[in-house]
């Protein structure tokens, strides 16, 4: 078993905000944080751990009405719609056998439930954002002028490792508010035969998924997820997103007046991406199967303007 590290005090965990910092690390004006580590080479790379072609989701359906509202129009026959008339295109006047539906969907998808990307700008922490923004680029009317979602719209393409602690520990899952530690995440490396490199997206699973899927509950204000020890972990490794099948820090964190300092310190002073509330309940019995834990992880969010994030669908390809 890999040897236990001091557990940082709250003084170290709020001088992470400087030791940890990525700020001016690649130019004044950078946007992607630590997904520079994702350059040619590591994706490259990461098209060469596809090694059975299968392909798993690591997402949550998004619930209806639950998660989000949705107002669907029908129309069986489109020559009947209101207005159809006045449609340039005489097909579309003519033909009654074609029809369609559509909807509107509205829904926050922050928070401890869907499967969502944060970029660099959805925290602050003493009024700064990533590489020293000031809040005030966050505007209620037209979003983020700095570190929006969009700062990834090519996409997230690189060498995904799934670190499985709680099989490590030999549990179904993590009870809510324990954390995960750098000794667990090396010894699941060592157990799994695999090790994180510069680049790598991680995923940590903690078992809530399996709890979910068992009990229909996400879970309630304490949740399992990585302590903030991980933080300098990630640092040296050249870790570039972090994913979890938890809202990432876990709650509490055992630090006053630090919430969330995973958050906190991973998207303000790391620019570090998070892929939020996974479901890596297919992806660990892949894995596990195949006994295969490393894969390609593609992450695509939607180029939403301004925007803090993108509810996404992480898929893991073995």
């Known amino acids: 078993m890999t040897a236990a590290r001091p ?26 944080g630590t997904l520079n580590h994702v350059t040619d080479d590591v994706r490259l790379a990461a098209a060469r751990a596809v090694r059975h072609g299968r392909s798993v989701s690591c997402a949550w359906e998004v619930a209806v ?12 026959c489109a020559a009947d719609m209101p207005g159809a008339e006045d449609m340039p295109l005489p097909g579309f006047r003519d033909d009654r056998r074609w029809g369609f539906s559509i909807e509107r969907l509205g829904f926050t998808f922050h928070g401890n439930t869907v499967t969502h990307l944060d970029s660099p700008c959805h925290l602050f922490w003493d009024g700064a954002m990533y590489n020293g923004r000031p809040h005030s680029l966050v505007d209620a009317g037209t979003g983020s002028a ?31 508010g324990e954390g995960v530690h750098p000794e667990d995440l090396e010894e699941a490396e060592r157990r799994q035969g695999v090790r994180v490199r510069p680049g790598d997206a991680v995923l940590l699973r903690t078992g809530r998924g399996r709890v979910r899927h068992e009990s229909g509950a996400a879970g309630g204000a304490a949740q399992a997820g990585w302590h903030a020890s991980c933080l300098p972990w990630l640092h040296e490794r050249g870790v570039a997103l972090i994913g979890a099948d938890s809202p990432q820090d876990v709650l509490p964190s055992g630090y006053d007046g630090v919430l969330m300092p995973v958050h906190a310190v991973g998207l303000v002073a790391m620019g570090l991406w998070l892929l939020d509330n996974c479901d890596l309940e297919a992806c660990a019995a892949t894995a596990a199967e195949l006994g295969q834990w490393d894969f390609q992880l593609a992450v695509a969010p939607v180029r939403f303007a301004g925007t803090s994030g993108s509810p996404v669908n992480p898929i893991a390809t073995f």
Do not use: H, K, M, Q
């Open 7 to 32: 557990t940082p005090t709250r003084d170290d965990v709020l001088g992470y905000f400087g030791t940890l910092s990525n700020w001016g690390r690649w130019g004044d004006d950078d946007e992607l």
């Open 65 to 76: 009405p639950d998660e989000a509202e949705r107002a669907t129009t029908t129309c069986p």
């Open 146 to 176: 700095w570190a929006a979602v969009t700062a990834a719209a090519n996409g997230i393409v690189t060498r995904g490792v799934l670190l499985d602690v709680a099989r490590v520990r030999g549990v179904p899952w993590l009870e809510p």
